[in-house]
Structure formats: C-alpha cells, structure tokens
C-alpha cells in the first residue's frame, strides 16, 4: 500500500502546454517535497512546503499543499522539454518519510 | 564539495550469491537513507540511519537485507542469497538533519541479478 499516490502516472505533453500534478494521501504530513529526478541520476529537491495552504512559485513551477496537509499539486506553465522527468512527491510525518509513487512527464519538441 | 557518491554503478550478479553496495554520504551530513526503485517507478524506503542512534530497519524487505554504517560516514547495504525479484536500483541519500530535511542523493547503483 502506497502512502502517496501521485496521478498521473505517465504524462506526454507537447512543448508550450500547462499541466498539473497530483499527490494525493490520507495522512496527514508535517511537510511535504517534490523531487524530479532524470535518467541515471538521482532525485533532486524542487521545493519544500510545510504550512497548509502554502503556495511556492519557481519560475514556471506552481506548487500547492492542501489545507488539510494531507494533499499537493504542482503546476508546470508552458513545459520545455528540459522539464521531462520523474516527479516524485514525498511527505514526511514524525520520523517516517515516504515517496510517492512518480510522475514521468515527457515534453515534446 | 563533493557530493553522495555510491559505487559501483552498475553489479550484474548470478543468483544466490552475495552483493554488498557501497555510499560515500556527503561529509558532516548525520542522517543516512537507502531506498530501491524499480525502473521509472517511485522510491521504496529500506533503512535511515540517523547519527548514533539505533537505524530504522522498517523497510528492508526481508532478513537477506542488512546495512551498516561505519563511524557514523560510509554506510555499506548487503544483499545475501540474491534473488530476481531484487534487481532494481539502490539509491543512497543522505541530510544534515532529521527527517523532513532536504535530501541529497548518489546516482544509484543497478543491480541486476541473472
């Protein structure tokens, strides 16, 4: 069993559209990461949010916790192909840290 | 400086035999993470070290499944009697700080077992 479930799981979208993301959970997290990983590479951190409500923006990335701190999303604005990747959501609650299960977002040319 | 490395990169291995997978955390960070992912998916939590204290072994899949991290530095995972099903890659990550903290990461070590 999943504590996070993202959705999507696969994306495929051509350069120049919007699209969003979603990491969806039933547990509560005292704060919550999006990591994007490339081939062959590990994840790296995007950002890091940790107040209900909280919006973050980096540059075209729009990124949201839910209310209730149990939810996120992240908005991408007119995707470049430099943004093809595995999103990864990833919350943390008392001493336990969980991934969610990945988005792999491919940007045409 | 330098960041997480883990080695070696790629372990092609038969069936049964042992492994031992190798990360080099970056340098003063205290808490340790392993994590396998299978190809494109999501990570799944294998075992944090997180300075002296005792590691939290909840994730290891099964008791073939040991690491150790020496001096509070290099952390070392073994796979014993390997298994198919165990072939994935193992990445390392290690923090300045307990969880929650932001997470960096070696390139991963491939495993395949034949």
């Known amino acids: 069993t999943q504590l996070l479930e993202q959705s999507p799981q696969f994306l495929s979208i051509q350069e120049g559209e919007n699209l969003t993301v979603y990491c969806n959970s039933s547990?509560?997290?005292?704060?919550l990461q999006w990591y994007r990983q490339e081939p062959g590479e590990g994840p790296v951190l995007l950002v890091t949010?940790?107040?209900?409500?909280e919006v973050k923006k980096l540059k075209r990335l729009t990124f949201q916790f839910g209310d209730a701190r149990k939810d996120s999303s992240l908005h991408i604005t007119a995707a470049q192909p430099g943004d093809t990747g595995l999103y990864l959501c990833?919350?943390?609650?008392?001493?336990?840290?969980?991934f969610g299960t990945g988005t792999s977002l491919t940007v045409i040319p | 400086g330098a960041g997480v490395s883990q080695s070696p990169s790629n372990k092609v291995t038969e069936k049964g035999k042992d492994v031992e997978l190798r990360c080099d955390p970056i340098?003063?960070?205290?808490?340790l993470y392993w994590y396998r992912q299978s190809l494109g998916q999501g990570l799944e939590f294998l075992i944090y070290?997180?300075?002296?204290?005792?590691?939290?072994k909840s994730g290891l899949p099964s008791d073939r499944f040991s690491a150790e991290r020496t001096g509070g530095s290099v952390s070392t995972l073994t796979i014993q009697r390997t298994q198919q099903e165990d072939s994935a890659v193992y990445l390392c990550?290690?923090?300045?700080?307990?969880?929650?903290?932001?997470?960096?990461f070696g390139p991963g070590t491939r495993l395949t077992v034949t």
């Open positions: 949010v940790v107040t209900g409500g």
């Open positions: 990550a290690s923090s300045s700080g307990p969880v929650g903290y932001e997470q960096y």
């Open positions: 547990s509560v997290f005292s704060s």
């Open positions: 070290f997180q300075g002296n204290s005792a590691p939290d």
């Open positions: 340098s003063g960070h205290t808490a």
């Open positions: 990833a919350g943390g609650t008392g001493n336990q840290f969980y």
